[in-house]
């Protein structure tokens, strides 16, 4: 059971133009929500988090919103360039459950190329 | 600062070995975490440990084992091989068990 989606298992866009990246979940437990980058042959790189208690976070050129109700996020990357080109990992943890294993439950990744 | 090592980089087994794999956090992270990562998938929890004890584990059968050491490293043990263990070996470290997690390079595992 897919508890983390990610529906769209490639995107390109043009250099200079707005990069969206969908996430969907289907555990009500998850309240943190992380993005990962993943260039081949390297280990994912952490981009943004967002908490349950925020329905957006901003850094630079990326954006992560979350919209709760509809148990789903996207990553927004403005303005979009070559150097993102990679592989981008939806991840959640579920850090209030009560628990003391967060462990991180990831979609299957979407690979984005920014065309120059 | 350095970020999370692994070692060794590559490896390739025959079937019914035993493979370990190492991992160091980054200085001052107490918790790290194990993920394999399939071609295609993302990455699928194995083990976490914080301050040397085991916090969680995924479901891997028992031929996986891990542990983590005084110095907050780690090591990931895995007995009989399979063909299907071929893999990335990703280890994460965190300040605590809670906080974000870093990713080391991995480990790609071959079993022929």
């Known amino acids: 059971d897919q508890q983390v989606k990610q529906n769209s298992p490639s995107l390109s866009v043009q250099e200079g133009r707005i990069s969206i990246l969908n996430c969907d979940y289907t555990n009500s437990m998850f309240d943190y929500f992380l993005w990962y980058k993943k260039y081949p042959a390297e280990g994912p790189t952490f981009l943004i988090s967002?908490?349950?208690?925020?329905d957006k976070n901003e850094d630079g050129r990326f954006t992560v919103f979350l919209n709760k109700s509809a148990k789903h996020l996207s990553l927004h990357i403005v303005p979009s360039q070559p150097g993102d080109s990679a592989v981008y990992f939806c991840a959640a943890s579920a850090r209030g459950g009560g628990g003391s294993n967060y462990k991180l439950t990831f979609g299957k990744g979407t690979l984005l190329t920014v065309n120059p | 600062d350095a970020g999370v090592t692994q070692s060794p980089t590559h490896l390739i087994k025959t079937r019914g070995q035993h493979v370990t794999l190492r991992c160091s956090p980054i200085?001052?992270?107490?918790?790290v975490s194990w993920y394999q990562q399939v071609l295609g998938q993302g990455p699928q929890f194995i083990f976490q440990?914080?301050?040397?004890?085991?916090?969680g584990r995924g479901n891997f059968p028992d031929r996986f084992s891990a542990r983590q050491f005084p110095n907050y490293s780690s090591e990931l043990n895995v007995n009989a091989l399979l063909l299907g263990d071929s893999a990335l070996y990703l280890c994460?470290?965190?300040?605590?068990?809670?906080?974000?997690?870093?990713f080391g390079p991995g480990t790609r595992l071959l079993v022929l």
């Open positions: 967002i908490s349950s208690i925020k």
């Open positions: 200085s001052g992270h107490k918790s």
């Open positions: 440990y914080y301050e040397k004890e085991e916090r």
């Open positions: 994460a470290s965190s300040l605590l068990s809670i906080e974000t997690q870093y």
